[in-house]
């Protein structure tokens, strides 16, 4: 990308490096002998006492599970208003239409408290399954936004011929509208799954007592210092998203070979 003023090249270049600069110095530091000294020399023995720590090990199965599972849910909720609000959006009052955008807007811990009032009040043991409630109740709006504008790109009168040859509005969904927004749905998921994974201040509120996900474990971790197996686990962590996301880019890219073909 180029940049007729050098003011704004600077100002970019610099984001990016500043952007990134913490994320290279982390990696570099899940190899040092010593992570306070980089002229320590270097080692894998912190990824290896990582594997062999169970301490961390569950905290991050629960935050899997729970990204999974709150990550599908969201995409289903999201999805599924996205698609039968889509048509009469227009329509839609601007009380509707602020009440879908409300999760994204207010402050997490607003959002955390007012989930555990509602648990504690309809009397839900607080645990597992109120944590992947909480995480899809504000993750489906970044979803329902996602396939909206999914949803603006297809041909409607794909449907509409559909509709003609005699199919019926559930026919229309999974053999039309579906196959047609599952670039949507994997970046919506991801987008959910992402926000889950690395929630602390709604799963802090929600969680209780008998449930730590991997936020809540690593701040545990931080009030007596830095764990140089963290650093190890952060490593393993941003490569799994980077290769989610190149997976991701890699499948639009073929789709689009596809379609021009």
């Given at each position: 990308m180029r940049f007729r003023n050098p003011l704004v090249t600077f100002l970019f270049w610099y984001g990016i490096v500043m952007l990134y600069?913490?994320?290279f110095?982390?990696?570099f530091q899940a190899f040092l002998e010593n992570p306070n000294d980089w002229r320590s020399g270097f080692t894998?023995?912190?990824?290896?006492?990582?594997?062999?720590?169970?301490?961390?090990?569950?905290?991050?199965?629960?935050?899997?599970e729970i990204g999974v599972l709150s990550a599908t849910l969201a995409v289903s909720l999201g999805t599924l208003g996205a698609v039968g609000l889509t048509r009469i959006a227009q329509f839609l009052p601007p009380l509707i239409q602020t009440l879908i955008l409300l999760p994204i807007l207010v402050p997490e811990v607003i959002t955390g408290l007012s989930l555990l009032l509602f648990f504690l009040l309809c009397r839900f043991d607080l645990g597992f399954v109120t944590v992947v409630v909480a995480h899809a109740s504000f993750s489906a709006s970044f979803v329902y936004f996602i396939m909206v504008e999914q949803l603006k790109k297809l041909d409607p009168q794909m449907n509409e011929a559909a509709q003609d040859l005699g199919a019926k509005p559930t026919e229309v969904f999974w053999k039309i509208t579906l196959p047609n927004i599952i670039p949507g749905l994997m970046g919506g998921w991801l987008l959910a799954f992402t926000l889950s994974f690395d929630d602390f201040l709604i799963s802090f509120f929600t969680s209780g007592a008998g449930l730590t996900t991997l936020p809540l474990k690593i701040y545990s971790l931080m009030r007596i210092g830095v764990s140089p197996e963290l650093n190890g686990l952060s490593l393993i962590m941003i490569c799994i998203s980077t290769c989610l996301v190149l997976m991701l880019i890699s499948k639009e890219q073929s789709r689009k070979w596809v379609l021009k073909g």
């Open positions: 600069l913490p994320l110095y982390l990696v894998l023995k912190w990824l290896v006492k990582l594997f062999d720590s169970s301490a961390l090990w569950v905290p991050l199965l629960n935050s899997v």
